[in-house]
């Protein structure tokens, strides 16, 4: 799955209906396949008009209007809090109105703690997976995020420069960026430092990827033989070539979750639950997962998904490092536009 590829379209099912019986939806590409999108009509009689955006987009959109323009929205579970926070963008979620039984019970309640303001929950889980290293095992041995910036892989190497890298960085540096996010200096501090790893790391750096094609396809020529990027990029890049293996981090893959959100101004609550109750279900959420390469918070998917997927996802998580994952937290107002600063000065070669 792709998390960077904007687009936008509209999938109908039938003549245009009134707002009680549309669901505008603001997700992510990949998450509302066009086969699910016509079961849902054809049970439900709702259509759905579908927006693919990112974390960033999807903040801006609802800020800018306050919250109206669509039904469902689904950030990252650590881009729920602060902007809730700072800008009501979402209204609380009616725990009542959804099958909790379909939710695998820990992902459920770690959602809604990391999802919580003033005692009401505004997310619940749907999609989640992780950012670790995709390696050539022929030509990298790389283990961990530092492995980056190692000389050997000088030329050879893309990332982001997004918050991840940073995040990522501090990790394999044996510091928790977490741990900081109530101390801002603490934490300007730690990027700072952060920040400079990466300024010292640009002689290795092929390119700074922002499309999911240019990646895959440095990867593919052997242009580039190690890159810091998505799971299910490197298992897409390993049915075509078995060198190519997506590792977790010895100091921990990132791993995030994609929620379901109902904005502050948004139309059809019922539309909503209905579409989040659907999708929950396991055979529902095998084949989201499928078109989203990704795994759910379905209770049972797991059993229906891809065996080839399964299979790659086991070699890549072995038990140890399933429990090593570092799972984002809720982002505190500010965090961002420290980051920010500092990954301005890195691409300004400051």
Not at 216 to 240: F, H, P, Q, V
Request: positive net charge.
């Amino acid at each position: 799955m792709s998390r960077v590829v904007l687009a936008s379209l509209v999938l109908t099912a039938g003549a245009a209906h009134a707002d009680d019986k549309t669901l505008r939806l603001l997700t992510w590409g990949g998450y509302a396949p066009k086969d699910v999108i016509e079961q849902f009509t054809k049970e439900t009689g709702y259509t759905v008009e579908v927006t693919t955006s990112n974390n960033e987009e999807m903040i801006s959109k609802l800020r800018a209007t306050g919250g109206a323009g669509f039904d469902l929205a689904q950030p990252s579970q650590d881009r729920i809090a602060g902007p809730q926070t700072e800008f009501r963008i979402y209204k609380a979620l009616d725990m009542s109105k959804l099958k909790a039984e379909l939710f695998i019970p820990s992902m459920l309640k770690s959602t809604e703690k990391n999802t919580t303001v003033k005692g009401k929950v505004y997310g619940v889980p749907h999609i989640w997976g992780t950012d670790g290293l995709v390696i050539n095992t022929k030509t990298s041995k790389a283990t961990d995020y530092a492995d980056l910036c190692a000389p050997e892989n000088a030329g050879k190497v893309s990332m982001r420069l997004k918050r991840p890298t940073l995040i990522a960085m501090a990790f394999a540096s044996g510091k928790d960026p977490f741990a900081l996010y109530n101390d801002p200096k603490a934490y300007g501090a730690l990027m700072d430092e952060m920040g400079k790893k990466l300024a010292d790391c640009k002689a290795n750096v092929k390119f700074y990827w922002d499309a999911k094609d240019q990646l895959l396809a440095g990867i593919r020529s052997g242009e580039l033989t190690t890159a810091m990027m998505w799971d299910t990029g490197g298992w897409e890049l390993n049915k075509a070539n078995p060198d190519v293996k997506f590792i977790a981090p010895k100091s921990g893959a990132l791993g995030w979750v994609d929620t379901f959100a109902i904005p502050a101004k948004g139309k059809n609550d019922a539309a909503a639950y209905a579409w989040i109750n659907f999708n929950m279900r396991p055979e529902v959420a095998a084949k989201v997962a499928s078109a989203a390469g990704n795994f759910t918070a379905s209770k049972g998917a797991d059993q229906m998904m891809d065996p080839v997927l399964k299979k790659q996802f086991a070699d890549s998580f072995p038990e140890a490092a399933l429990n090593n994952i570092k799972w984002y937290p809720a982002v505190p107002a500010g965090i961002e536009e420290i980051e920010g600063r500092v990954l301005d000065r890195v691409k300004a070669g400051k």
